[in-house]
């Protein structure tokens, strides 16, 4: 793996942050939502984030 640079590392730091932050979100809106589309919505939008996030913490091991 080549060198990351501290600031690189803050930058990933904030990128699986934000990710995890949306991840919960996105599931707490989903449970709360009636509408199926929007609770479905929420959902597949969560999945991607938790992708990202997984991809992320793949490719930084």
Do not use: W
């Amino acid at each position: 793996m080549p060198q990351i640079t501290s600031k690189e590392l803050m930058y990933l730091d904030d990128v699986l942050s934000l990710q995890d932050h949306m991840v919960k979100c996105l599931n707490d809106g989903a449970t709360r939502l009636k509408d199926q589309q929007l609770k479905a919505l929420c959902q597949n939008l969560a999945s991607r984030c938790q992708n990202n996030f997984n991809s992320i913490m793949k490719n930084l091991e």
